[in-house]
């Protein structure tokens, strides 16, 4: 239909479409004078000898009127037109813009009466896409009436009908005048049925929860309370029936965090409080009176009423504690906490290990000599503690209050061993000796060398090379070689062994020929850090009556090096050429030396007597050597310190006195220098420096001696110089050729005062000179009258202490700038 459109309109715009098809004609466009059009096909043919076609006979092309399609060429006649096709279906024509093209109804229009509908007043009008277009129900069709609440208003369907379907007024009545419903009440009257009037509208018996506003009959429950239909007639203080989330049932006032105060009138919520009783769940009242939130897990707390969890948990005497999830610790249940670092707030075992219960206790078992702590602690498995046994280091006991193992000593008897390791030999300075590192001897023995059953001699505990070696009371006849280090130790015997001259100590040891009691072996101590030691035996090298020639050593320290060697016959303590010897709290008496050192000894002697050898109590010689040596006793020999060779010397508190000869001795390049020296009644002079020796005196009281005219002499090329000091001749020249500053100096009737500064002739005013008691009287000149910074000499000549260990400088004097005394002694007091 289209094409055939399209060809019409084409041929009609080209004026006769000749130009493109010769043979082409119609009603309007001819053919020639001597030819026919055939309107069928639209083709001009030759003229038959029948002639031209009638006009009135010949079938109508499209557009042509007709009453039927007979008449038409194409055999369809639509509104009255010849049509390209039937053109059935509404809002078509074929006689519009195109005649002879079926084509749709312009919108609006309606040719046919295709939309008239069943009701006039809702026919409707073609869309102008081939439908109808009907009024809706906005398009009233009749009179409406309204009754006993129920409107009639006629409106169209859509569909070209009139429909006259009642509808409910909602509840309300019908208005007076009968043709509308009421849209609004101001009582029931106004409303239908068994609606009632609520809020200017009509409600039908409304469930619980709904709104009602005063009216109960607007409620299936007839009772409207607090605004909504609700279950019961009226509720209790503190409650109410419309409360969010419960409308219709009386519910709690909702007041969070606080409580409803049903004492009030009416019931109100309260705004503080004072006990957490007056706050919701899930909080509590806190010292400001507010309610606050319970504190989860983990946080601090006070009392369980602050913790969701209900459990504040407090360790110990502690006033605060944390929110924990459960009940934790406490009675037996010790070894849970809920403070564990990282598991704060929950209640977790104590780790393994960790002390509980009841205080350790400590016993100590006689019968194996072991000790053990009885200990309480947490398994890390379970809430109670349980009870393990701590084994003491071994050697050791329980300490005094038998609540610990002992972790240090300070006697021999507080270990199981015997020995207390006193002098750090093994680098357990007061700590017990363990079973394994011991060695017992007993003179009558024949065990192994434990302690219940000792070995029968020294040597084969110290052929077992074991750290110490215990020594049993009694006598021993044997040579003694060590070739380990060892502290070898009479624990029994007392410190300080040696009580004036006599020996005090339990354990004697002799030797079984004319070899040394006591041999240390050089080679095999070598190092500093090894070292032997030998505590309370004395030595004798032939028997224990022979005491001229005794050995004695107690609390002796051997530090790498030997005592005795091919000449130990001659001396107590030998120590050869570039050895170290060590002596502590030491004696050495009968010998022809008490101490010897050859060439380059390093020699350190403190708390040591030395007396009645044959020579000298204490004789260094060779080169290099040095003597370090304080609290020392030299008396009774033929020389008390003897020191020759081109070495140092630096001596402090050191008594020298009623020897044969010379109190001290330094000669042949000696060097360094000697405070707080006392040196009195010796038999020639109390102090000599000779043969090129240099040494410096500090506060040194040398006096009552007997030299030839002189105490002190410095002569042959030696250089003794003194200060601070007291140089005291019974008669004549206390000096010879010495040179002193800030010292008191006795001179000869027409003797000349030696030159220096600060010097003094002025009687010291001794205690008891002759009782050797050297000590300054009250109002000596020698109090507060010496240099407190050591003159020319320097303050390395300023002892701290005086030879009795009393402090210096002591101050008694108003006048003058200096407060440090003149001589071995510091008067303490005026």
Known sequence: MKQNLIVIAVCVTALGCSAVNEDYCDQSIPCRSDQTCDLQTFTCHPTTASGAVDAGDAKRPLGGTCASGAQCQSGFCADGVCCSSSCDGACRTCNGKYPGACELVGNGDDPRGDCAGSDSACAGRCDGAGACRFPDKTQSCGSASCSAGSLEAPVCDGAGGCAKTPTLCDGFACEASGSACKSSCSDNGDCSGTFQCVGGKCVNQLPNGASCGNNDDACASKHCVDGVCCGSASCDACNRCDIAGSEGSCAPLRCGPYTCDAAAS??????????DGDCDSGYYCDANKKCVSKKTDGQSCGTAAQCQSGFCVKEGAATSG?????????????????????????????????????????????????????????????????????????GSKCNAAKTACATSCAAHGECWEGICDLWDIHGRQNKCA???????????????????SPAGTIQSCLDAQKKYVRVVDGTYTENLVVKAPVALVAPSSPQGAFSGFAYTGKVLVQTANANAALTVDRDAIAGSSKRALVYGLRFSRTN????????????????????????????????????????????????T??????????????????????????????????????????AFNRIGVGFFGAGTVNLDRVLADHNQQIGVLFSTGVQGKVTNLLAFNNGSYGVAVVGNARVDFGNATVAYNNGSGADVSCSGGGSGRFVNSVVWDQSGNSFDSCTFEHSTVRTAPNVFLPSGQGNSTADPRFVDPVGGNFALQPGSPCIDSGSDSGGTLGSKLVPTTDVSGAKRPVKLGSAGSNSIDRGAYERQSP
Not at 609 to 634: C, K, P, R
Request: net charge negative; charged share 10%.
């Open 434 to 452: 363990a079973p394994a590192d011991t060695c017992h001897a007993s003179a009558g023995g024949s065990g192994a060398g434990s302690y219940s």
């Open 593 to 634: 030396y008490g101490v010897y050192a050859a060439d380059k000894v390093t020699l350190d002697v403190r708390t040591t007597q030395t007396f009645l050898n044959v020579e000298y109590g204490i004789l260094v010689v060779g080169g290099t050597s040095s003597l370090t040596a304080s609290d020392v006793n030299a």
């Open 322 to 394: 944390v929110c924990c999830n459960r009940a934790c610790g406490g009675g037996s249940n010790v070894c849970e906490s809920c403070q564990l670092a990282g598991k704060v707030g929950t209640c977790t075992f104590k780790p393994a290990g960790t002390s509980c219960g009841a205080a350790d206790v400590c016993s100590d078992n006689a019968s194996t000599r072991t000790s053990a702590v009885t200990h309480q602690q947490c398994s890390g498995s379970a809430a109670s503690c349980v009870p393990v046994t701590l084994p003491c280091a071994a």
């Open 266 to 275: 009416p019931a109100a919520c309260k705004v503080a409080c004072s006990a």
């Open 544 to 591: 224990a009556s022979s005491a001229a020639t005794a050995v004695h050593v107690m609390a002796a320290r051997l530090d790498a090096w030997s005592v005795g060697a091919s000449d130990v016959s001659t001396s107590c303590f030998h120590a050869e050429a570039l050895s170290a010897l060590r002596l502590h709290d030491s004696a050495a008496s009968g010998c």
